[in-house]
C-alpha cells in the first residue's frame, strides 16, 4: 500500500528535531485523527531557509510526508517554499494512498503555519499566505492566540 520512499521516510525520518530560537515554528493538528505536527525553519536574512526540523506525533504517512517536506523546503527561499504544496509533497514520495492524502495537508499546513510565524515576528507579508486556521501554538509564547 505504501511506496518504498514512504517507508524510508518513516522508518529513517530526516531533520527530526527541533530548532531552539527559530525564524519561524508551526503547530498544526488534524482534528479528526488527532496527530500534531510541528515544524521549526531557521532562516537568514535573505529569506532563505537554512535549516529545518520537525516533530510529529501522528500517523506513519504524516510523519513521512512531514520528514519529506523538510527535504523539500531546505535551503529554499520563503517564496519558493509556499510552492511546495501537499500534492508535491506526496508526489516526491511516490505517491499516498488516497485517504492518507489528508496527512499530507498536515505537513503543507506545518510549514505554512512556521512561515506565518517568521512573517510575525518580522513583520513580513508573504505573497499568498494567510493566517493559519489549524495553528495550535504555544500558550506561554503565544499572547494573541
Ligand atoms: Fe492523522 Fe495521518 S491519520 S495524519
Given amino acids: 500500500m505504501y511506496s518504498e520512499k514512504v517507508m524510508d521516510h518513516f522508518q529513517n525520518p530526516r531533520n527530526v ?4 530560537n527559530a525564524s519561524g515554528m508551526g503547530t498544526v493538528g488534524n482534528a479528526k485523527c488527532g496527530d500534531i505536527m510541528r515544524m521549526y525553519l531557521d532562516i537568514d536574512e535573505n529569506q532563505v531557509i537554512r535549516e ?3 516533530k510529529t506525533f501522528g500517523c506513519g504517512a504524516a510523519v ?3 520528514s519529506m ?3 523539500l523546503v531546505k535551503g529554499k527561499t ?3 517554499a509556499m510552492q511546495i504544496t501537499n500534492q508535491a509533497v506526496a508526489e516526491a514520495l511516490d505517491g499516498l494512498p488516497p485517504v492518507k492524502m489528508h496527512c499530507s495537508l498536515l505537513a503543507e499546513e ?3 503555519a512556521a512561515l506565518w510565524d517568521y512573517a510575525q515576528k518580522n513583520h513580513l507579508t508573504i505573497e499568498g499566505l ?3 486556521k489549524t495553528d495550535i ?3 506561554e509564547e503565544d499572547e494573541e492566540y
Fill in 78 to 80: 520563503v517564496q519558493e
Fill in 52 to 54: 529545518v526540523k520537525f
Fill in 130 to 132: 494567510s493566517k493559519p
Fill in 110 to 112: 506545518a510549514i505554512h
Fill in 69 to 71: 517536506a523538510t527535504e
Fill in 64 to 66: 513521512a510526508t512531514s
Fill in 137 to 139: 501554538g504555544e500558550e
Fill in 17 to 20: 528535531g527541533e530548532i531552539e
